[in-house]
Each structure stands twice: as C-alpha cells, then as structure tokens.
C-alpha cells in the first residue's frame, strides 16, 4: 500500500510573503506543491503565470504539480517543463486530442496528469487510463480556493479506482476542492491517494499542524 499524499495549493498562500509560505510548505509533512494556472478563459478567473511559477520552483524542495485550468495547454507544454513542473495536468474538456497531449507531457520529461470538472463523467478515461499518471477529480467547479466540496465526488472516485484496478494502470488518484478534515478519510476509504487543499490549510491558525493533521487522518 503506498502512502497517501498531501499537495497544499499554492493559490491560498499570502503571494506576499511567498517564499515563507513555500517554506512552511518544504518543513511540513506535505508531499507536493499544487500550483493552480488560470487563464480567464477556461475558469472565470486569472491567477498568476510563469514568472510566479519560476520563483516558486527557486524555493520549492518538494514535487511540483502545475494544474493548469487555460485553454489549448499544448501550447504551453515545454514552457511549463523549462520552469521546473514535475507533473503537468491538463483539463479533459480542453483537449480535443488528450492522447496526444499526454505523450508530448511525458516527452517532456514530466508525469502526465488529466484534471476533470464535476460534470464530467470518469468513464470517458478508460481507453486512455494506461498513458495518466494523475487523474484530478474536481470536487469543486474550478476557478476558485474556498469553495465547497461536492458529495458526488466518493462515488467518482470509487468508479475511477475500479478502472484502475481493472486496466492494471499505476495512475494515482487526486481530489481537489473543498478538501478538510471533514471528507478526507472517505475520499481516501474511497480511493484517493493525493489530496489537494488550500484554504483549509493556509487559513488555519498553525498550518504545520494541520497539515500534520491531515496526513495523520489518512494513514
Ligand atoms: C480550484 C483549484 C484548487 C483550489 C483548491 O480551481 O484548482 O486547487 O486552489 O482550494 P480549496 O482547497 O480552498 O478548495
Ligand atoms: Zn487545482
């Protein structure tokens, strides 16, 4: 059984004091940086671009995992691997040639990892399943932190899990949206291995515990 892992979203930090939240983030019992790239076109919101990622990947020590939530990531696919992404996720719905976008992602040089909105039902990934490192369930509409989780997601990932087992794939299983010490242990019963959260964490009054906390519930 491999051990279940927590991805604090960058999104929630205080981008003032940056390099003291991505600090807390390589002292704490976290596993990797969830670092969220909106275009204002594909989610209702911009957050920040390349030259933020760059100076996050200066002071990260820990597996950088980039969401992108834009338009035609293609496009954008070496930019993102030049800037130091370990892992690259695109949306399902903004690519009209997923394969082929997943094997550019690896040829990269990255893990390739496929996000998906609420609607969108996990069964589309079986024929693809074998080529995803990542599958990022949104238990949220994305766009932005703060939201609240959506019940629908534990039967997703119990459906996801079981193409897994069934196609023999290695993908993990991520959450994100709305994630706390109120649904953690259920996604994870359910078959999560990764759980991304931002507010929970970096609006809390000490987030070294919480996030100690966190990764304790879901041992
Ligand atoms: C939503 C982003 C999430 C977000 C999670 O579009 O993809 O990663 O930052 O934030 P919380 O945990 O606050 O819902
Ligand atoms: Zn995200």
Redesign the pocket.
């Given at each position: 059984m491999t051990s279940k892992l927590i991805a604090p979203?960058v999104?929630?930090a205080d981008f003032a004091n940056l390099q003291r939240d991505i600090e807390m983030i390589n002292t704490s019992d976290a596993d990797w940086f969830?670092i969220?790239i909106?275009d204002g076109v594909f989610?209702p919101n911009i957050s920040f671009g390349m030259p933020v990622l760059r100076d996050i990947a200066k002071h990260a020590s820990k597996t950088i995992d980039v969401?992108l939530?834009i338009v035609d990531p293609d496009r954008y696919i070496n930019t993102f691997a030049e800037l130091g992404s370990d892992i690259l996720t695109v949306h399902y719905e903004a690519c009209t040639h997923l394969h082929r976008t997943l094997q550019a992602i690896k040829d990269a040089g990255m893990k390739a990892g496929v996000a998906m909105n609420p609607h969108t039902n996990v069964s589309l990934l079986e024929d693809v399943i074998n080529s995803i490192d990542v599958v990022c369930i949104?238990s949220?509409n994305?766009?932005?932190?703060?939201?609240s989780f959506i019940e629908n997601t534990y039967q997703k990932v119990a459906q996801l899990k079981e193409i897994i087992l069934r196609k023999n794939a290695n993908t993990l299983i991520e959450i994100?949206?709305?994630?706390s010490d109120k649904n953690a242990k259920q996604l994870v019963d359910a078959g999560a291995d990764v759980l991304?959260?931002?507010?929970?964490i970096f609006k809390s009054t000490n987030p070294i515990q919480t996030i100690q906390d966190l990764k304790n519930r879901i041992k």
């Amino acid at each position: 059984m491999t051990s279940k892992l927590i991805a604090p979203s960058v999104l929630a930090a205080d981008f003032a004091n940056l390099q003291r939240d991505i600090e807390m983030i390589n002292t704490s019992d976290a596993d990797w940086f969830h670092i969220d790239i909106m275009d204002g076109v594909f989610v209702p919101n911009i957050s920040f671009g390349m030259p933020v990622l760059r100076d996050i990947a200066k002071h990260a020590s820990k597996t950088i995992d980039v969401h992108l939530m834009i338009v035609d990531p293609d496009r954008y696919i070496n930019t993102f691997a030049e800037l130091g992404s370990d892992i690259l996720t695109v949306h399902y719905e903004a690519c009209t040639h997923l394969h082929r976008t997943l094997q550019a992602i690896k040829d990269a040089g990255m893990k390739a990892g496929v996000a998906m909105n609420p609607h969108t039902n996990v069964s589309l990934l079986e024929d693809v399943i074998n080529s995803i490192d990542v599958v990022c369930i949104m238990s949220v509409n994305p766009g932005f932190g703060g939201q609240s989780f959506i019940e629908n997601t534990y039967q997703k990932v119990a459906q996801l899990k079981e193409i897994i087992l069934r196609k023999n794939a290695n993908t993990l299983i991520e959450i994100d949206g709305g994630v706390s010490d109120k649904n953690a242990k259920q996604l994870v019963d359910a078959g999560a291995d990764v759980l991304v959260a931002g507010s929970y964490i970096f609006k809390s009054t000490n987030p070294i515990q919480t996030i100690q906390d966190l990764k304790n519930r879901i041992k």
